[in-house]
């Protein structure tokens, strides 16, 4: 994609600088973010299913939430608390695989 389509995320410091791509395969969607702490969806380029990511602007860290091939799931809220854990809440759309 190219920069500023839909499903590209960036963020710049609120002091300026230079804008980061957080960068993945597929389509990132409905973004949130928390003192520094941006929550994603991210849609398989292949299967099209739905999974959570976390990225920590400070440590350059991306850690994948979820990881389900049959579940399709919808980010609604993050929160870093005071005493810095991260409560991430979603929904999840369980697929039943008729065969």
């Keep these: 994609m190219a920069p500023g389509d839909p499903g590209d995320i960036y963020y710049r410091a609120v002091a300026g600088g230079p804008e980061?791509?957080?960068?993945?395969p597929g389509l990132q969607r409905n973004p949130?973010?928390?003192?520094g702490v941006v929550t994603f969806e991210s849609v398989d380029?292949?299967?099209?299913?739905?999974?959570?990511?976390?990225?920590v602007i400070t440590d350059n860290i991306l850690l994948q939430?979820?990881?389900s091939p049959t579940e399709n799931e919808?980010?609604?809220?993050v929160t870093v608390l005071a005493n810095g854990d991260v409560r991430v809440v979603w929904a999840a759309n369980d697929v039943d695989v008729v065969g």
């Design 20 to 24: 980061t791509q957080i960068e993945l």
């Design 45 to 55: 380029p292949v299967t099209f299913n739905a999974d959570i990511y976390a990225y």
């Design 65 to 67: 939430i979820t990881n």
């Design 32 to 35: 949130s973010i928390s003192r």
């Design 74 to 77: 919808t980010l609604n809220d």
